[in-house]
């Protein structure tokens, strides 16, 4: 009997799904698919509450170690890890709903809240650095807001070559810088068209081809987008007088329309004891 | 430094470089030297009590709202004091003291430490 290709396509898919059986979780649907594995929606029946399963093509690797060590509001908490009776590995995590974050600027969110989401991720991504761990995927694929706003950094440490190209350092070896090089790239990938000069400095720096050129680490970066959000002058870049002036401006409108005020009140006073 | 702090030297400044401005009215430079000690002394007072506000109330709005009735206040208690060839200048006085007080309140609000956290509507 000759089958169909539509019912191969569906026996293989079949076949590939995770038996979850000698688990506390039952199969929803799948949900993404990584460099290392893929990624489900699960119910846990003991806690009756919903999860995301991620069955990895391999035998368990530090993954879920790695992640579990990162206890951080912005990284998805690992709930159990185990090997399934085919002898994959997999861990059960928070399920996270909301949006992707390339999906998520298609609200075109205004600017603050761009760079609200970027502080978080940036934070995160601090955090981990001081415990050792490299993002090494850093992309906009793998940050989820939350439907309350909540940022959610995922996919941690998979191999380097799997990093997107369009956010992996050219660096040999990969390090801290190579994240900050990533945060660039992400940074980059946040801002609109219309985003200040300043900004894109910020980018070119934690872009720069030459790992030293950039920001040592996350907070040097974060710090400069704090400048920024005070209205300061960012490090990143050396701003031409009038662009100072216009940030004096900006940063000083209450006070300025203040003295001006006096100035005119000054002078009309003046002219009308005189006149 | 403290906003009461901030108040006061910013008051004396500003308050010494309004009178200062009498400079201006030649008919005023003969009492310059006690328009600048009155002016700077109506400046201190109000910064000091526009401070006091800051550190209470940490909105801008209201400060500069504050410092403007205040500075309004102690111009007209000055310009009613004063004669100048038998009237009240409280034009004079008042509407420069008005925007003075404006500008100290919001130099508080800004600068300084602020006091236990009550803000008031931006």
Redesign the interface.
């Known amino acids: 009997m000759d089958l169909s290709d539509s019912v191969l396509d569906h026996l293989r898919h079949v076949a590939a799904l995770p038996d979850l059986s000698g688990t506390r979780y039952e199969l929803e649907s799948e949900i993404g698919r990584g460099g290392m594995g893929v990624v489900y929606a699960a119910r846990d029946r003991q806690l009756d509450r919903r999860v995301a399963l991620k069955v990895l093509d391999c035998a368990l690797a530090g993954e879920a170690q790695l992640i579990a060590r990162l206890e951080h509001p912005a990284i998805v908490p690992i709930y159990e890890t185990g090997t399934l009776p085919d002898d994959r590995a997999f861990y059960a995590m928070k399920l996270v709903t909301g949006a992707r974050l390339d999906h998520y600027l298609q609200g075109s969110p205004p600017l603050a809240e761009r760079l609200r989401v970027f502080r978080r991720v940036s934070e995160a991504l601090a955090f981990a650095h001081t415990r050792g761990a490299l993002h090494r995927d850093l992309k906009p694929q793998n940050v989820m807001v939350g439907q309350f706003g909540e940022v959610y950094v995922m996919d941690w440490g998979v191999d380097a070559v799997a990093g997107t190209p369009a956010f992996r350092a050219p660096d040999a070896q990969l390090d801290q810088r190579s994240d900050i090089y990533a945060l660039g790239a992400l940074l980059q990938f946040l801002l609109p068209a219309s985003a200040p000069l300043a900004l894109r400095a910020v980018v070119a720096k934690a872009m720069s081809k030459d790992p030293n050129a950039r920001y040592p680490d996350a907070p040097e970066l974060l710090a400069d987008i704090g400048r920024f959000e005070q209205g300061l002058a960012v490090e990143a870049w050396s701003e031409p007088l009038w662009h100072r002036l216009r940030r004096f401006g900006s940063r000083n409108a209450?006070?300025l329309w203040?003295?001006a005020?006096?100035t005119i009140?000054?002078l009309l006073?003046?002219f009308l004891?005189h006149s | 430094m403290k906003k009461i702090l901030v108040g006061l030297v910013f008051g004396l400044v500003l308050g010494a470089v309004d009178g200062a401005t009498a400079w201006f009215y030649p008919e005023a430079r003969s009492m310059l030297t006690g328009i600048l000690v009155g002016s700077s002394i109506k400046g201190m007072v109000v910064g000091i009590l526009t401070g006091w506000f800051a550190h209470k109330v940490q909105s801008t709005g209201w400060g500069i709202v504050v410092g403007s009735a205040i500075g309004l206040l102690f111009a007209f208690l000055v310009a009613a004091m004063d004669t100048v060839n038998g009237r009240h200048p409280y034009l004079e006085i008042m509407l420069p003291g008005f925007v003075v007080g404006a500008i100290i309140g919001f130099v508080t609000q800004k600068l300084g430490m602020p006091g236990p956290a009550k803000s008031g509507a931006q």
Request: hydrophobic letters at 75%; a positive charge; aromatic letters at 18%.
């Open positions: 209450v006070l203040l003295l005020a006096y009140v000054k006073l003046f004891r």
